[in-house]
């Protein structure tokens, strides 16, 4: 069990459920406060930046690699380092945004991809940590994180079991046992067959953590499913409109998926209940509409001592149960019974 804030992060419970909003708000601060307001409205509690900087994730090789994009669904513009400038979140943008969420109360949280970033999110006083799929072996960097004693949400995507693993046991180790794992599948978006939701009790048999899903595939069912086998965060790229220009628009939820995500998982987290079996009140109350009762077959006098032949079952199950009915063959009626009668327990001697 891990808590953030008031909110405890517990596998079947209702899922805590983070917006990524990503790189998604294309450098726009009123894009990017539109977003927030979006997200909360659809119950969201919390929305995700990512923090890094043109010099902090790529580099010249990869830049001089990639001169320039060009794709018909405008995702890209430029080289990948214009990209980069227009898209990456200043210091003093973190802290606006941070401001602007706490006053509307919905959780502030971002990946950071540097100690550097590690420390400015530490300065504006982000309540966890979320680690990109593709830091998992970055182990220097988990351990800085680590050292700050906050939870730590680890994604898990393009990871064997193995490094999967050494990540741990590297938050572990600085003493901070504070983990979420999220099993996720780092294609924009994954092929069905690819998407392997069965990772999630796995991974749950495998560590002693709650785990969640970091999800990239289009819609809503995919994620439904995952807490439906317990997912106790849903991570899920959010967007205002699918068809702006950027990097992740078209695969993210809009507001209408986000709050059917959020709704039904309520749902499906209420309907999954405990591994123990109980019968409602409501169904113990429709047991005495729906089963049955024994009825005389015929007319019987009294005196008569029953047979099988004697009694049938019927609607309603108010008096003597079909599982009962070795109790009744061989007694005797104390007095006469009609055709379609229920018998009762005194109507026996």
Request: charged fraction near 30%.
């Amino acid at each position: 069990m891990v808590k953030i804030k008031n909110k405890t992060i517990n596998s079947y419970s209702i899922p805590y459920v983070i917006a990524e909003i990503g790189a998604n708000h294309n450098g726009d601060m009123d894009l990017a406060r539109q977003m927030i307001d979006d997200a909360k409205a659809c119950g969201c509690d919390a929305v995700k930046f990512q923090s890094w900087s043109p010099d902090s994730l790529v580099s010249k090789e990869e830049y001089d690699r990639n001169q320039k994009y060009n794709d018909s669904q405008k995702k890209h513009f430029g080289s990948l380092r214009e990209m980069i400038e227009k898209y990456y979140l200043r210091p003093e943008q973190h802290k606006e945004l941070k401001e602007y969420c706490d006053n509307i109360e919905i959780e502030f949280c971002s990946t950071p991809f540097s100690k550097e970033e590690v420390d400015l999110l530490e300065e504006i006083d982000v309540s966890f940590y979320k680690i990109a799929s593709m830091d998992i072996n970055n182990l220097l960097l988990l351990e800085y994180i680590a050292r700050k004693n906050k939870p730590v949400i680890l994604s898990t995507g393009m990871s064997t079991l193995a490094e999967i693993e050494t990540a741990v046991k590297t938050v572990e180790n600085v003493g901070n046992k504070q983990i979420v794992l999220l099993h996720c599948i780092a294609i924009y978006p994954p092929a069905y067959e690819d998407i392997n939701l069965k990772n999630i009790p796995m991974l749950k048999q495998a560590f002693p953590y709650p785990v969640g899903f970091s999800d990239h595939t289009i819609g809503t069912s995919i994620p439904l499913a995952a807490v439906a086998l317990g997912a106790c965060i849903i991570e899920k790229h959010f967007t205002i409109d699918k068809h702006l220009p950027g990097w992740d628009h078209e695969i993210s939820a809009d507001p209408e998926e986000m709050a059917t995500i959020i709704k039904e998982s309520k749902n499906i987290s209420k309907a999954l209940g405990i591994d123990q079996r109980v019968v409602s009140r409501a169904e113990e109350e429709k047991k005495l509409k729906f089963r049955r009762s024994a009825v005389a077959s015929k007319n019987l006098k009294q005196g008569h001592v029953l047979v099988a032949e004697d009694i049938i079952f019927k609607r309603p199950g108010t008096g003597i149960k079909p599982d009962e009915v070795q109790y009744l063959i061989g007694r005797k009626l104390a007095h006469d019974i009609s055709a379609d009668e229920l018998i009762q327990w005194n109507d026996l001697l």
